[in-house]
């Protein structure tokens, strides 16, 4: 037992250790965001590493949306600071791809799966003669390679998610903004995705900021889970997640540390929402 918790001991410090020595690439400096009257975050200070996958979970009303929409750049700081590798940042960018909660309304209904993922190329300027084997690479990553010719009424609610995230991987971002993306999909469904998106952030070391009102996916998916409190919306507490890659969706949720943050993530929800 002393072993085994040693070896866990020691995962943890490297993780933490790797996360700490990744250049920072999105950091919130004291960050504050009011509409009228109204103030909806507070006091933000948070830093995002190249390459980190970062989950944030809180109780409805508690900023995690906003939040979202300020690494965007499709909402301004009212105070505090919003840099991006070193740089105001305080508009849409290239660099920053956004998948939707509402992948149906996400996609165009009227281009197939591939004229949706060329929509992205052809916004980016990419010549016409190269954006089939592009297109192609991209199907296949998320699975929708015999799907091409499909248009996204004639596809499940799964499938239509991947579709959009390959759309947004066609940027070629540096970081993957998700907004609850699994949430309307069903157990299995989601599990899947969970674990697809996984092996692409892997692949193509893109940063990733992902809404979740699950928190075993928060879990799951995430090098750090950051707790808001609501009202106005602040960070409570950021949690470590200490447990190795590659995850299983059963032996990793059945491992002592993943059963240890769900137990202090559940007690945090439920006393912000008291």
Same mark, same amino acid.
């Given at each position: +037992?002393?072993?085994?918790?040693?070896?866990?001991?020691?995962?943890?410090?490297? *993780?933490?250790?790797? /996360?700490?020595?990744?250049?920072p #690439?999105?950091?919130?400096?004291?960050?504050? &965001?009011?509409?009228?009257?109204?103030?909806?975050?507070?006091?933000?200070?948070?830093?995002?590493? !190249? %390459?980190?996958?970062?989950?944030?979970?809180?109780?409805?009303?508690? %900023?995690?949306?906003?939040?979202?929409?300020?690494i965007?750049? &499709?909402?301004?700081?009212?105070? %505090?600071?919003?840099?991006?590798?070193?740089?105001? @940042?305080?508009?849409?960018?290239?660099? /920053?791809a956004?998948?939707?909660?509402?992948?149906?309304?996400? &996609?165009?209904?009227?281009?197939?799966?591939?004229?949706?993922?060329? &929509?992205?190329?052809?916004?980016?300027?990419?010549?016409?003669?190269?954006?089939?084997?592009? *297109?192609? $690479?991209?199907?296949?990553?998320? %699975?929708?390679?015999?799907?091409?010719?499909?248009?996204p009424?004639?596809?499940s609610?799964?499938?239509? =998610?991947?579709?959009?995230?390959?759309?947004?991987?066609?940027?070629?971002?540096? +970081?993957?903004? +998700?907004? !609850?993306?699994?949430?309307?999909?069903?157990?299995?469904?989601?599990?899947?995705? #969970?674990d697809?998106?996984l092996?692409?952030v892997? =692949?193509?070391?893109?940063?990733?900021?992902?809404?979740?009102?699950?928190?075993? $996916?928060?879990?799951?998916?995430?090098?750090?889970?950051?707790?808001?409190?609501?009202?106005?919306?602040? *960070?409570?507490? /950021?949690?470590?997640?200490?447990?190795?890659?590659?995850?299983?969706?059963?032996?990793?949720? $059945?491992?002592?540390?993943?059963? @240890?943050?769900? @137990?202090?993530?559940?007690?945090? *929800?439920?006393?912000?929402?008291?």
């Amino acid at each position: +037992m002393a072993l085994a918790s040693a070896v866990q001991n020691a995962a943890a410090r490297l *993780i933490v250790d790797n /996360i700490a020595d990744r250049k920072p #690439q999105l950091v919130f400096q004291s960050v504050s &965001l009011s509409f009228g009257a109204t103030e909806i975050l507070r006091e933000i200070d948070l830093t995002i590493g !190249e %390459g980190e996958f970062v989950c944030v979970v809180g109780p409805s009303g508690c %900023g995690k949306t906003t939040l979202l929409r300020l690494i965007a750049g &499709l909402l301004k700081a009212t105070g %505090g600071a919003v840099a991006y590798r070193g740089q105001v @940042h305080d508009r849409p960018s290239s660099e /920053i791809a956004v998948v939707f909660q509402d992948y149906a309304n996400a &996609l165009l209904p009227w281009r197939t799966a591939e004229g949706n993922v060329s &929509l992205a190329l052809e916004a980016a300027g990419k010549p016409r003669r190269e954006r089939p084997a592009r *297109i192609a $690479e991209l199907l296949r990553k998320v %699975g929708l390679e015999s799907h091409a010719k499909r248009f996204p009424t004639e596809m499940s609610g799964g499938m239509q =998610q991947r579709l959009q995230i390959a759309r947004c991987l066609a940027q070629e971002p540096s +970081m993957l903004l +998700m907004d !609850e993306p699994f949430g309307a999909l069903d157990a299995m469904t989601r599990q899947k995705l #969970q674990d697809e998106l996984l092996a692409i952030v892997s =692949q193509s070391n893109v940063t990733t900021f992902f809404v979740t009102h699950d928190l075993e $996916e928060a879990i799951y998916l995430g090098d750090r889970v950051v707790a808001l409190a609501p009202h106005p919306g602040r *960070i409570a507490k /950021i949690f470590d997640v200490s447990i190795p890659r590659p995850r299983d969706q059963l032996t990793t949720r $059945e491992t002592p540390e993943f059963l @240890h943050l769900r @137990h202090k993530l559940f007690t945090f *929800i439920r006393e912000t929402e008291a």
